[in-house]
């Protein structure tokens, strides 16, 4: 049972430059999202997904891109990295519930820095 | 104004000894969820207990109780005989709209950093 797969782990780059997070889930999960880590600030929502084709933004969506194109996988893509950009990134999914809802699943996530 | 507010930055607990991590949360939503994490410094996240608005009562796991004051709006976690590895972070998070199959989203407080002494 892989859960949820990040890759990379570790990322350094410069002002400028352009990447994409990995994410891919195998728990044929609907929701996908991810998350910035700074410390001090828990947790905060970037943008999400609640199935292939449908995204949307969350908290703190500025500077990034998001597409979804299977059900899978949910990739990151930063445009153009800022300093303001360093942090743990996490990515999490779950099923979609009318009823008693399941927790957030998390991968282990990507640590960033931009110089 | 904070969704979720987690007051106590650090705590410290002598070990076999019981602690409880506060988070109080702000809605108007009357069908909600309430989720613990810990996070250990190796990073990951991890799922502990659930708490949800309509339970009449309060959630257990193992070690882990939540303390649901719905009037205070408050959902505490107690651990009980804490153990060296329970240091860690850990984050209380709401999720709104529950019933009506609304948004996944989870909101998080901004975390409590535990420490058990030996």
């Known amino acids: 049972n892989a859960g949820v797969t990040q890759t990379p782990k570790f990322q350094v780059l410069k002002t400028g430059q352009s990447m994409t997070l990995q994410c891919a889930q195998d728990?044929?999960?609907?929701?996908m999202s991810w998350y910035r880590q700074d410390p001090g600030m828990g947790l905060r929502l970037i943008h999400y997904?609640?199935?292939?084709?449908?995204?949307d933004q969350g908290e703190v969506p500025n500077g990034y891109n998001v597409s979804r194109s299977t059900t899978e996988d949910f990739p990151l893509r930063l445009l153009s990295a800022a300093p303001s950009q360093t942090s743990v990134y996490f990515c999490?999914?779950?099923?979609?519930?009318?009823?008693?809802?399941?927790?957030?699943?998390f991968g282990n996530g990507t640590r960033l820095t931009v110089t | 104004a904070q969704k979720i507010t987690q007051t106590q930055p650090g705590m410290f607990v002598q070990e076999k000894e019981a602690v409880t991590l506060d988070c109080t949360y702000d809605?108007?939503?009357?069908?909600?969820?309430l989720f613990w994490y810990k996070q250990p410094s190796s990073g990951e996240m991890i799922f502990l207990i659930y708490?949800?608005?309509?339970?009449?009562q309060n959630a257990t796991e193992g070690r882990y109780s939540l303390n649901f004051q719905k009037a205070r709006k408050s959902a505490n976690l107690v651990i009980s005989a804490s153990q060296l590895g329970d240091s860690a972070m850990y984050f209380c998070?709401?999720?709104?709209?529950?019933?009506?199959?609304?948004?996944?989203?989870?909101?998080f407080g901004k975390g409590t950093k535990l420490t058990v002494n030996p």
């Open positions: 997904s609640v199935g292939a084709g449908i995204t």
């Open positions: 999490a999914s779950t099923l979609i519930s009318g009823g008693v809802p399941s927790p957030l699943h």
């Open positions: 998070a709401m999720r709104e709209g529950i019933t009506q199959g609304g948004s996944e989203k989870l909101v």
């Open positions: 809605t108007s939503d009357p069908s909600y969820g």
């Open positions: 728990m044929n999960h609907e929701y």
């Open positions: 708490q949800g608005s309509y339970d009449q």
